[in-house]
């Protein structure tokens, strides 16, 4: 008993289009899907590792710096086309980030440390009552998308620190007289504070700490003696420190506090260190004067800031009081957690404030309380550009080096074919036995399944070796894909089934090299790219 099956190598068109349409489609699964939810598998609660306690209470905040939605004003330089693109991977990206977030960490709390919105502050030049009505709802629509991207559920509360780019820092034509009025009307206020897990949450409009700094210092004035602004930081803050507070403080700014000049920020900082400076809209970090009257009357047990978009950590000396008490205060400085930023992997903190309730119902503070921990998010450009391009480049060659043999293979068969009617042509007691092969050929009926069951080959045989009759190229070619024989109860048995890919196959099988290679892209690229926006439209909309 013999047979044999279709032969595997080279592949045919069928296997190599659908093994790398298969392969895409996979690819497009984990990187747009899964790879969020399986890098935040490792990002744990820090209060986990601590032993559990009677009458224990958790108090569990997530901590989120410069999301920093964009607009059609962030990338001037770009045209139409690569302004909407860039929104909509950014966009879809914060999105995933926030969804896989919330859904697996599922805090209590949330805080956002400033730059919600990257044009939250501009303006432009209005003259009508119309067009001022237009600028308003426009910024709505701002504020609507954020509020979009980042859904929260209602059992989780919501705080906002005030950043550069919501409010402005320092006075141009480019900032909007009203952004600080239309950030409150959304955002809530500006200076706040709250009490969690036996723990004092101070927020303070770095901002605006910085503007009254520049006013206070040009006039010469120390902090004890300046007059302060009603209703300002620095008035916020003298305010709070008038009062005792036995409960630990954590301090949350938009702007980090100063510190000497090359400061280490440790391993988990993808580049650089935090330095002093200002420019357009922005300050670096707060004035040394400003860090130490902040330092020196809150005296906070752990410092959050933003802006920067990169981690750092660093200890600052609080001054010297007659109290004891901690000698440093420890800052820790966000990842922002936008793709956009600058950096290859967003993040955000997760901080755990413990407390328990003795007896006499009043808080008592845990030891090692509070406790935070950095988590950090998919590498979104590097999945673009070191698994997308290069995957897309090995499509194209393997694509373009499958047709350049396709097309090899059929020249040499043709060739071959040249070379075997040449010298039939000279014997013409062969043209009955090349009829009689016509007229078989075309009995058998074609593009259907059917099993021969004869005792015979259904071919005539060949007068003389030089005269057996050649089957054509479409028959060959079918045969070879999707046709079987062999042998059962000593009888020749042949299968054949039309497969829909089969007349794919003998049609691109006469095709070009160019026509051939376009066709083969797009019948490998259109699942995955529907895999796709099916997936960025449920991000987009669930």
């Not at 959050?304 to 950590?313: A, F, I, P, R, V």
């Not at 503070?365 to 480049?393: A, E, H, K, R, W």
């Not at 000279?426 to 593009?447: F, N, Q, Y």
Request: overall charge positive.
């Amino acid at each position: 008993m013999s047979g044999y099956l279709p032969k595997l190598w080279p592949p045919s068109r069928i296997i190599v289009v659908s093994g790398l349409r298969a392969t895409w489609i996979l690819v497009v699964l984990w990187y747009e899907i899964c790879a969020f939810d399986h890098v935040l598998h490792a990002c744990q609660w820090p209060d986990i590792h601590q032993p559990n306690a009677p009458d224990s209470r958790i108090g569990r905040v997530l901590v989120v710096a410069d999301p920093q939605i964009i607009d059609h004003r962030s990338y001037p330089g770009r045209g139409f086309l690569l302004k909407t693109l860039g929104q909509f991977i950014i966009d879809l990206n914060l999105r995933r980030s926030w969804r896989s977030t919330i859904s697996r960490l599922q805090p209590h709390a949330v805080v956002f440390l400033g730059d919600l919105m990257d044009n939250g502050r501009a303006t432009v030049k209005l003259q009508l009552a119309t067009e001022v009505a237009r600028l308003i709802t426009r910024y709505n629509a701002y504020a609507a998308r954020f509020f979009d991207i980042f859904k929260m559920r209602d059992n989780i509360a919501t705080f906002f620190l005030p950043g550069n780019h919501d409010i402005g820092l320092g006075e141009t034509a480019s900032f909007s007289l009203q952004a600080g009025k239309r950030y409150t009307s959304y955002f809530g206020r500006r200076n706040d504070k709250i009490s969690v897990g036996n723990h004092t949450l101070l927020f303070v409009d770095s901002i605006a700490l910085v503007e009254e700094d520049v006013i206070r210092a040009d006039q010469g004035y120390s902090y004890d003696n300046w007059p302060a602004v009603a209703g300002g930081t620095v008035n916020f803050v003298k305010r709070f420190a008038a009062h005792e507070h036995a409960n630990p403080i954590i301090l949350f700014t938009h702007i980090p506090l100063a510190r000497p000049l090359g400061t280490d920020c440790g391993p988990l900082r993808e580049r650089g260190t935090i330095r002093q400076g200002w420019g357009f809209g922005y300050q670096n970090t707060l004035s040394d004067e400003a860090s130490q009257f902040l330092l020196g009357l809150l005296r906070p047990s752990l410092i959050l800031s933003g802006d920067d978009h990169d981690y750092c950590e660093y200890s600052h000396p609080l001054p010297l009081v007659s109290v004891p008490s901690s000698t440093t205060a420890r800052e820790v400085t966000v990842k922002s957690f936008s793709m956009a930023m600058g950096i290859r992997r967003p993040g955000f903190q997760l901080l755990s404030l413990t407390s328990s309730i003795p007896s006499f119902e009043a808080l008592t503070q845990l030891p090692n309380s509070p406790l935070d921990t950095p988590c950090f998010l998919p590498d979104q450009l590097g999945i673009y550009l070191s698994i997308y391009v290069p995957f897309i480049l090995l499509s194209l060659l393997s694509l373009l080096a499958f047709n350049i043999h396709r097309i090899r293979t059929r020249n040499n068969k043709q060739q071959l074919r040249r070379s075997e009617v040449a010298p039939r042509s000279s014997c013409p007691d062969h043209s009955a036995s090349r009829a009689t092969s016509k007229i078989e050929l075309s009995r058998r009926p074609l593009g259907r399944s059917n099993t021969d069951d004869t005792d015979e080959d259904p071919l005539p045989p060949p007068v003389t070796k030089l005269a057996k009759p050649a089957r054509s190229s479409k028959l060959r070619g079918r045969i070879s894909s999707c046709s079987w024989a062999f042998y059962l109860l000593g009888r020749q048995r042949r299968i054949e089934v039309l497969l829909p890919c089969s007349r794919v196959d003998r049609g691109m099988h006469e095709a070009g090299l160019l026509r051939g290679f376009l066709s083969d892209v797009l019948d490998v690229a259109w699942p995955p790219v529907l895999v796709f926006c099916v997936a960025a439209w449920w991000a987009m909309h669930f």
